[in-house]
């Protein structure tokens, strides 16, 4: 009887994913996410350990750009309606940056701006895989002062908030329950200049490492950017040393980042992290950083460059960390000094900050009057050797969306080159990426290829194909800790009720 059970359910199981499944192999159509009329933009997606993932978006149906969420299971199907849930009903004409992630139970948290209640406020949202909105939080009261791009961080035994109000930065820390831990909310603030929050990302345990740039002077457009950053514990005391007159550690002090530019950090999984930028001064080079769980860089401060070479520049920095191997991957849009021609280069270096490949990186597209758009980076699972993935345009206007991945040695690990992501021709912004619990990739984007804007999707497998990769699949289908008819039974309850996936 097991073993008849066991066929059984493998049977069902593949007819339940082939009737069901929605992430398609079909890079000229995609996944639609969010198409309603008008504009949906600057979709998020975080992956969770069942193989699913969230998806939020600012949607502009109804005006005032509110925040959705939608879940997807392993198989690419929408769980909560073709629109998601809504999260913030909101009257901003034009947006900002925010931030969505997933805790360890499985939890959506969304940090936003609101303004229901007449001023601007920082907003966090905490969601259940069921579409249950556990709480929602206003972090600051701004009363007319300025409130930029709040960010949001899981850690050990609750969630920590930041944003930034008045050119100072802010950090609330609440508990599973959504009751704020710090009274008052830790600040950070510039002796000469302001500062504007970057990123957050856990620090072990209950801390958490945030960056941030200091603009030097009191004109922040006519003044340079440098990049800071700091571990705060859970009591929200700074764990890091701090130097400088940007109120923290400085990882880049040297002539300026891009106006306007606010880059991503990596946790390194080991109580550190991982910082990639790009200058606009003399030199204009993508550079990369690491921070030990200390605070001590284990690169040459100012970070190291992918390509020293004279007379080309590197921007757009994007990085892939490999905590199994300490290994660092930077992946930048060449250009020459007119920047007139454009390419896409890439580095790797070992846990020293040295570089592995050629002085100037590895190639990946040559100099040409077509510039890239590069986007995003995520590291590659071990059964491909490690390595790394790049998704951007091809080109700007309109464009398809592809990936180039490289194995350890700087080599093609897809064996095709670029992979098609969405080969609609069709301007596409904000693309954004995350790693699915079995190694493949899961892009989202606001595409034109309808309307102002809509959000699309596509799961690319972890050889570089497109599609929905293997089902996962089980046979102990009630939990019971045995296989039996009664298995069978629980199978067609969950097929009927439309989550037999």
Known sequence: ????????????????????????????????????????VQPKIAATADGGAYISWFDNAAGGYDVRLQRVDAAGNAQWGPDGILIADRSFSSTQDYDLTVDAAGNAIVAYRADASGTTEAAASLVAPSGQILWSRTAS????????????????????????????????RYDAAGTAQWNPAVTRAATVGSLGLADLVAGGGGDVIVS???????????????????KFGDDGEALWPVSGNGAGLPVFDGNSMQNGYFPTMLSDSAGGAVYAWYE?????????????????????HNGVAGDNTAGRYGISAAAAFDPATGSTYLFWTDTNTTQSQWGLRAQKFDSAGATQWAADGREILALSPLQNAQTTALSLPTDLGRGAVVFYNEQPGNTRLVGYALDP??????????????????????????SAADGGSLI???DGRADSGDVY?????????????????????????????????????????????
């Open 212 to 230: 941030w740039v200091h603009y030097t002077g009191s004109n922040p457009i006519l003044s340079n950017k440098h990049l800071y950053t700091q």
């Open 444 to 446: 989202v984007w606001s």
């Open 141 to 172: 009261a701004s009363g007319g002062q300025f409130i930029g791009a709040p960010k949001a961080q899981p850690v050990t035994n609750g969630y920590v908030v930041g944003w930034t109000q008045n050119g100072q930065l802010y950090l609330q």
């Open 280 to 300: 606009v001064g003399s030199g204009r080079k993508a550079r990369v950083q690491r921070v030990n769980t200390t605070g001590v860089e284990l690169f040459p």
């Open 409 to 434: 040695d700087g080599n093609d690990a897809w064996g095709n080159a670029a992979a098609e992501v969405s080969g609609v021709l069709s301007g596409k912004s904000r693309v954004w990426a995350t």
């Open 457 to 501: 999707a596509q799961r690319m497998n972890p050889d570089g194909t497109a599609g929905p990769g293997t089902p996962n699949c089980r046979a102990d289908w009630d939990g019971s800790g045995g296989i039996d008819g009664d298995d069978i039974g629980a199978f067609f309850v969950d097929w009927q009720a439309g989550t037999a996936d």
């Open 1 to 40: 009887m097991p073993t008849r059970t066991i066929t059984v359910l493998a049977t069902l199981c593949a007819l339940a994913g082939a009737a069901s499944a929605q992430w398609t192999d079909n890079t000229q159509a995609n996944t639609p996410i969010g198409v309603a009329v008008n504009a949906q």
